[in-house]
């Protein structure tokens, strides 16, 4: 089986296939899978589905699990079984909390002489023995910016002798990448690869939009932050906070159970309601506390950089709440748009309207089938 991790960040954009490729996200709370197929330079949905993973677990729907790689396989084989999955060219998402994934500042000494310094300089920010982690980088070209600080330009002058390079380091535990090796494998792939989670949604989302955005990804358990520039991720940030953090304080307030709490924010969201009028604000606060972390990440890039970041991009299950939009919108003093994953899809009438929804949830997914087309 291919080395899925080999030049993971050098190929970004492999060479293009019209086979049909199957992109699994397997995330905290549910199994995401599309299958995408190319045709006459179009591309295609052949199929998709989802699967909770909460009631494996003991848990409801919704819930953050950590399930036992056999009944993960099966419940993945069981999905695909449902969405008449057909391919067996397989790309998987690795999450963001499984990765090490930070830009470090090197000196620009060519792309051989970087090779053989990555490793040693990664043992700064490694926190086990690189030979128990998986390394790949990649070199960061340098933006051009309209407004430059004086005193900035004055100190790259004075060091001009010392030129650096920013690079983008990713590692990977070994033993992380065994597992998904191990469930590739049994679910029967003939050629698999990964991909950190965060790539597939710029692809899926960004498309060729170099503006500098910032994704939020907001899944059960925690919420992912990356601000990109010119399609590159220039930096990233995990906050412990998820949609599951909004259900357990609709439990606690309200007096109810997981299962009713997460029945009262899909049916009403951060919308005002006459059933509960508390709902609403018990929701907000809870989301505004992933809002203002995110914020400050964004705030501190742009002051540090002098950028303006163009928009927000809101991907991920925990951000399909009703109102989502409006308290966004309220948090960031930028515009707030959902992540179109299906947008440049070629997709049946009759879904449409679902996969418009569907968007911001199969960015992953989605954006790992197109890896490959």
Do not use: C
């Amino acid at each position: 089986m291919d080395n899925p991790f080999q030049n993971l960040l050098k190929n970004l954009f492999p060479a293009k296939g019209s086979g049909a490729v199957v992109g699994v996200d397997i995330g905290g709370s549910s199994v995401k899978i599309v299958q995408l197929h190319k045709k006459a330079n179009k591309v295609f949905l052949d199929t998709y589905g989802e699967i909770a993973l909460g009631p494996l677990a003991g848990l409801e729907i919704g819930q953050a699990t950590n399930l036992p790689i056999e009944t993960l396989i099966t419940a993945i084989s069981n999905l695909m079984k449902e969405a008449k999955i057909t391919s067996a060219d397989m790309v998987f998402s690795l999450p963001l909390t499984s990765t090490l994934l930070t830009v470090i500042e090197m000196p620009d000494l060519g792309e051989e002489k970087l090779r053989e310094m990555i490793p040693i300089e990664a043992r700064k920010y490694i926190p086990t023995a690189v030979s128990e982690v998986a390394l790949s980088h990649w070199i960061i070209p340098k933006l051009e910016r309209t407004y430059i600080d004086p005193d900035v330009e004055d100190e790259a002058k004075a060091s001009a002798n010392a030129a650096k390079v920013d690079v983008l380091l990713a590692a990977v535990h070994n033993d992380v990448l065994q597992k998904y090796n191990d469930i590739a494998q049994k679910l029967g792939a003939k050629t698999s690869s990964l991909e950190i989670e965060i790539f597939s949604i710029i692809r899926s989302t960004l498309s060729h939009d170099s503006t500098p955005s910032m994704i939020l990804d907001v899944g059960a358990a925690n919420t992912k932050v990356a601000i990109v520039e010119e399609g590159i991720v220039r930096s990233s940030h995990l906050i412990n906070l998820g949609s599951q953090d909004v259900t357990l304080a609709l439990s606690r307030s309200r007096g109810v159970t997981i299962l009713e709490a997460e029945e009262m924010k899909r049916e009403f969201g951060l919308l005002e309601n006459s059933f509960d009028p508390a709902v609403a604000e018990i929701s907000r606060l809870a989301l505004e506390r992933i809002f203002s972390e995110a914020n400050r990440v964004l705030m501190r890039y742009q002051h540090e950089k002098r950028v303006t970041i163009s928009k927000v991009v809101l991907t991920g299950g925990g951000v399909l709440m009703k109102g989502i939009l409006d308290v966004a919108g309220g948090s960031f003093e930028t515009k707030v748009v959902y992540g179109k994953a299906f947008e440049h899809i070629e997709t049946p009438p009759a879904v449409e309207p679902l996969l418009k929804d569907a968007g911001p949830e199969f960015a992953v997914a989605v954006g790992l089938a197109l890896r490959k087309l």
